[in-house]
């Protein structure tokens, strides 16, 4: 249900929030675009699949607004002496606005420096983080039961973007590239629609996996952060266990794993790293691994065994969500198929309020 909600919530976030052709910055608050404007570093501290949320995030500030920007897990920040310079722009992610540790690096962060602003980007409109941040972003992803979180990931993104691309307006960069992305916002509800058509062949996979022990996903570039989110996703709801690597890492490790009973999953947008990430994947097919491949229609491969997905044509910028979504539908068919309870998975809770 809540996989399936995406495309609204998406649209209810980034309702009010942009135009035509361009983000409105007073989206963040009214002293957003002040702020905005004198940042010189962003830092941004979350835990689990927020974590993986904001590692994407990393990207796109880098490449959009061009300012340099550090992701760390909020359970380890407080536990260290960190650096943090003026005018850094400390952004937390928290689903709920509750995680006791996302809360606790906050506070850490304020003791270090006063001279820093504060974002909290939250599905809960009244919560700690909103609270005490200079400023609060509500991605309006509306309820979320399900502990492994989907839709709230998502809306996420979407704010993260907005974010990317207002630091950029309030430093006057790259007009003609936000104008780009925004109109690929405006697409982005039917896009994901368009990506919820996989369920079918997620469906196909789901059996080849479900009988598996283990599973390895793998992505470049910013496609790693999906790659994690995966992972996490299925070892959340199905149990089995599952890593993320980066592609181009797999000689210095991971390939001593590849046999017949390690499923693979890969992701291929089309892009100047997907020649090396095919040549990668040549390498798990040689040595006997089954190939699942999501990829642009551009793509086209022999993957032997496992199956080739093509996911819908989108602006490069869009595709970590969109290529999301088909793992999502992928780690609940698994989930089912083992009879585990998807909605509730063993051992964890849907906000970590303790340490």
Partial sequence: ???????????????????KNTVLVGAFGPNANKIFSQIKQVQIIACGTSYNA????????????????????ASEYRYRNPILQDDTLFVTLSQSGETADTIEALKTANKINKNINTLCITNS?????????????????????????????????????????????????????RGRIVKALRLLPETIAESLLSKEQMIEIAPNIANKDNALFLGRGIFYPIAKEGALKLKEISYIHAEAYPAGELKHGPLALIDENMPVIALAPESEIAEKLISNLEEVKARGGTLYVLADPSINMDVK????????KCDFFMTPIVY????????????????????????????????
């Fill in 125 to 177: 409109a009244e919560s700690s983080l909103s609270r005490i941040s200079d400023i609060t972003f509500f991605t309006h992803a509306g309820p979320e039961i399900g502990v492994a979180s989907t839709k709230a990931f998502t809306t996420q993104l979407a704010g993260l973007m907005l974010l990317a691309l207002s630091l950029a307006k309030s430093r006057d960069l790259n007009p003609v590239l």
């Fill in 54 to 73: 904001g590692i994407v995030a990393k990207y796109w500030i880098e490449d959009i607004s061009k300012i340099p920007c550090n992701v760390e897990v």
């Fill in 305 to 312: 065994a496992g199956k080739l997905v093509h996911m819908p």
């Fill in 324 to 355: 999301n979504i088909p793992l999502q539908i992928l780690s609940y068919e698994v989930a089912l198929l083992r009879g585990t309870d998807i909605d509730q998975p063993r051992n964890l809770a849907k906000s970590v309020t303790v340490e």
């Fill in 1 to 19: 249900k809540e996989i399936f909600e995406q495309p609204q919530a998406i649209r209810d976030t980034l309702e009010s929030r942009i135009t």
